[in-house]
């Protein structure tokens, strides 16, 4: 199985900060790595595909980048509403493993 | 719209069966994969497996093979995630989703039901 590592798994930050997520991949996933967001309560919505594909609908301060082991989720001026946990998962090959989750808490 | 329904909670017994199900509207229902994802108390997410309902093709996480079956009612637009003998450790909160793109699993789930809770416990 493909290993998903992201880091920090917890980070503090205000509204307004710019935030970096990493998510490093035990072998090769091309761009088939996705990022969802998961809010306490709530199922997963998903936020970006083929590593840096934004949703429809989803704001234009979220970016994705990476390619083959490497990927970042970045959140250009964080707002209230993006406190969350983001995971990242791998679809280039069974089975499509999740990473551990970065949970984002206001400081 | 594209909606996708859960099954309601579940509180069952160690050893017992049970079967949740996820119905899907306003799509082709053969045309897109349904993956399930399972979330144990204050835990990630972990990949179960995915289905293809066209031609029943699924797949499974090596972790959740042999534990659970996936299978889809096509007569009535729905997925089914099934045990035959429950163990306190599928305590959990289960997912299905619809893949992002037509006939394609590769780039994620983007339509998610409300989850079924899954609770056992003697």
Redesign the interface.
Known sequence: ?IQLTQSPSFLSASVGNRVTITCRASQGVGS?L?W?Q?KPGK????LI??ASTL?SGVPSRFSGSGSGTEFTLIISGLQPEDFA?Y?C?Q??S????????TKVEIK | EVQVVQSGPEVKKPGESLRISCKVSGYSFTTYWI?W?RQMPGK????V??IYPADSDT?????FQGQVTISVDKSFNTAYLQWSRLRASDTAMY?C?RS?VFSN??????V????TAVTVSS
Do not use: C
Not at chain 1, 94 to 101: A, D, I, L, R, S
Not at chain 2, 112 to 115: I, L, P, R, T
């Open positions: 199985d088939f996705t969802y998961q199922a997963p919505k998903l595909s083929a949703q946990t995971y998962q679809l280039n069974y089975p499509f493993t999740f990473g551990g989750g | 993956g994802v990630g997410l972990e990949w497996g995915i797949r499974y996480s090596p972790s997912y989703a992002a699993p590769h780039y994620g789930m983007d998610w039901g409300q989850g």
